[in-house]
């Protein structure tokens, strides 16, 4: 059995930069990634075309440590630099799994089961890297792992209705542009738009965009009261997603439901993200409630992530940094004193930890 020295989720500047610091300390490390591409988290937020800024924390050293991940000048388009981190990652050959997503790990003897839905790895030490932005999920019986979290591609979507879930500006956003490029190809099947609600919020140029397609014609069909309910495979072996639709009471506590059912390549959710805490609980990791007295930082009644000055959460082996931890932890002092460590959510902060990260486990693997 191969048990790799460190296993890194998350193929964003913080673990690119601890398993790269890893690979120069001599260290077997592989980087688990659930995107078909490095910097998925990236990828996924960053709006087209922004500058990524060099930002250096008030006070922090001004070396960014591992200067290939720095962004260039005082600010890089992200189509550049996405491209530029993509072929550093393979010059560097950094070990990748993509496509890959981490679901748990469990202890063993001397080392860590890590569980990905693509089977189980051993490793020493964990990283996890897997930044702020986890999506929130769909939360039907069932698997729904296929449904797409984002437009990649809008051309997939021609030819069969599609259906478009989040009550905000991206999915709005998403419901018109490919309203548009259904028109403008001749494609008659439509766009529904289903919300749990009965109101969407929308930004105002989003909402501009939206009503323009729908005057020029658009096939767009608005859903209110949607829920999510089932992932199912079908007699055809489609793997579908069903939404109820309408939910009528009858008597005697009987309901009369309607649904709607959509092959899950058709469905896009955009039903947000939400901070890695649930994440952390999940995998029984110690946090701290905040209180009044407790915290400044944090919100009251938030978890946070309780780690020692090495990063390491209460599960010896196991640390966590960059976004995963921003823009607050809880940091356990060695005189037995714990406070909230403010922890900003910017790429020199997620190299810094990585690099941090690395060294520290390649000093105790040699000690
Ligand atoms: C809109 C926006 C603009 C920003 N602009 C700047 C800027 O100009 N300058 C700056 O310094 N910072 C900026 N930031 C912040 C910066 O992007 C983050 O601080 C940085 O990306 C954090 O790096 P990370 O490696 O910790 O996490 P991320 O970059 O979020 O990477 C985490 C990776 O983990 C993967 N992952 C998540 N869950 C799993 C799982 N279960 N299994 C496997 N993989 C998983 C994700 O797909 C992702 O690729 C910006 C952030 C946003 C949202």
């Known amino acids: 059995m191969d048990i790799l020295d460190i296993a890194v989720v998350g193929a964003g500047p913080g673990g690119i930069a601890c398993a790269r610091r890893a690979m120069e300390q001599g260290l077997s490390c592989v980087v688990i990634e659930k995107g078909r591409k490095v910097l998925q988290g990236i990828r996924e937020t960053y709006p087209r075309g922004k500058g990524v800024y060099p930002t250096v924390p008030r006070g922090a050293d001004e070396d960014y440590i591992v200067n290939e991940i720095r962004p260039i000048g005082d600010k890089e388009p992200v189509e550049e630099y996405l491209v530029r981190i993509e072929a550093f990652v393979a010059e560097a050959g950094i070990p990748m799994r993509l496509g890959q997503e981490f679901k748990g790990f469990e202890k063993a003897k001397g080392h860590f089961i890590v569980h990905t839905d693509h089977g189980a790895l051993h490793a020493r030490n964990l990283v996890m890297a897997f930044g702020s932005n986890i999506p929130v999920e769909l939360g039907v019986y069932g698997e729904a792992k296929t449904v797409a979290r984002n437009l990649e591609n809008p051309e997939a979507y021609l030819g069969a209705p599609a259906l478009v879930l989040g009550g905000g500006s991206t999915a709005a956003d998403i419901v018109a542009v490919l309203s548009r490029l259904k028109r403008e190809r001749g494609d008659e099947t439509p766009v529904y738009w289903g919300h749990r609600r009965t109101t969407m919020r929308v930004e105002k140029d989003v909402a501009r965009d939206m009503g323009e397609e729908i005057l020029l014609g658009g096939n767009i069909k608005i859903l209110h009261n949607v829920v999510p309910k089932l992932g199912e495979v079908d007699e055809e ?11 009528m009471p009858l008597d005697g506590g009987v309901y009369l439901l309607q649904s709607l059912s959509f092959p899950m390549k058709n469905v896009i959710a955009c039903i947000g993200s939400q901070g890695p805490a649930p994440v952390f609980r999940k995998l029984g990791l110690q946090m701290i409630t905040c209180t009044a007295g407790i915290c400044k930082i944090g919100k009251e009644g ?40 403010k922890h900003p959510n910017l790429i020199y902060t997620a190299v810094r930890d990585g690099v941090a990260v690395a060294d520290e486990i390649a000093q105790r693997l040699k000690a």
């Open 302 to 341: 938030s978890e946070l992530l309780l780690l020692n000055q090495s990063l390491e959460t209460s599960q010896k082996g196991v640390f966590a940094i960059g976004g995963a931890v921003s823009p607050v932890y809880m940091g356990a002092f060695e005189e037995g004193t714990i406070k909230e460590n």
């Open 237 to 247: 072996g489609i793997e579908r997603l069903v939404v109820q639709t309408q939910k």
